[in-house]
């Protein structure tokens, strides 16, 4: 059967693992997760115990969680498009690296300013973890402006499955108006190129629920009770 990629909606991490299953270019089937509902529910509780989006199901129906994990998992096979490289080697403790970076250190600066959109925060707090929030995205993005170091890509020359991560979550500088993107021109440059690839057009036609075409092998959504029926997971 075809890997499923449970992504949630809106504006989720799980962007980067679309964009990298069509960078990718093997067949794949996406379930749409609604925020927070869906997600709290129990039949999605099945796919993943912890209630968050991105989840994989393999094509042999194993569940994987974690972003890191599932785009290692898409990764290994995407090492002849030069998107990811064989455990043990160089290249691969390379993209490892800027993976955890951006799922750790930049992911997490957003989070007192998620935080600020939960209907309980009041002031003073709101004002605090905003100012907090702000700070956090600033050296977010003053590190990775470094780390570019002028480069292209996340990597150097090419893109890989880091740049397609890096696709999804940079957008939370727009939601939360957090800063300027044109203060860090490498960051600003990467997140215009990428803005533009068809993947991530894609990606965000899927999100929005828009006519979607794809650059890749996406062959398809399907319904949370379909990925978790056996019937289905037989289908051609
Ligand atoms: N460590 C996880 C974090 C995933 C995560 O925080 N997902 C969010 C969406 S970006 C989620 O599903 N939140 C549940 C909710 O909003 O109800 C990963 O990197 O995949």
């Not at 990811?84 to 690296?97: E, T």
């Not at 021109?185 to 533009?196: I, M, Q, S, T």
């Amino acid at each position: 059967m075809d890997p499923i990629l449970f992504y949630g909606v809106p504006e989720g991490c799980s962007f980067g693992s679309i964009v990298a299953l069509e960078w990718a270019g093997r067949p794949y089937r996406l379930c749409r997760i609604a925020l927070p509902e869906m997600a709290a529910s129990p039949a999605y509780r099945r796919v993943n115990p912890v209630g968050e989006t991105p989840a994989l199901m393999t094509a042999t129906g194993a569940i994987i969680v974690e972003s890191m994990a599932i785009l290692n998992h898409i990764g290994a096979g995407a090492i002849d498009r030069g998107l990811a490289f064989p455990q043990g080697s160089a290249g691969f403790d390379r993209l490892n690296q800027a993976l955890a970076f951006l799922n750790t250190s930049f992911f997490n600066a957003f989070t007192p300013l998620w935080h600020t959109l939960d209907s309980d925060v009041g002031e003073p707090e709101k004002t605090v973890l905003t100012a907090f929030g702000h700070r956090m995205v600033a050296e977010a993005h003053a590190d990775l402006e470094r780390m570019l170091d002028g480069r292209d890509w996340i990597l150097g020359e090419r893109r890989s499955l880091a740049d397609a991560y890096f696709a999804g979550i940079a957008r939370w500088v727009d939601v939360h108006d957090a800063l300027d993107r044109r203060a860090y021109p490498a960051v600003n440059r990467l997140y215009e190129r990428l803005c533009e690839d068809p993947a991530v057009r894609f990606a965000r036609a899927v999100e929005h629920g828009e006519p979607a075409v794809t650059t890749g092998r996406f062959a398809g959504h399907v319904s949370l009770d379909d990925a978790l029926s056996p019937a289905v997971a037989t289908s051609p």
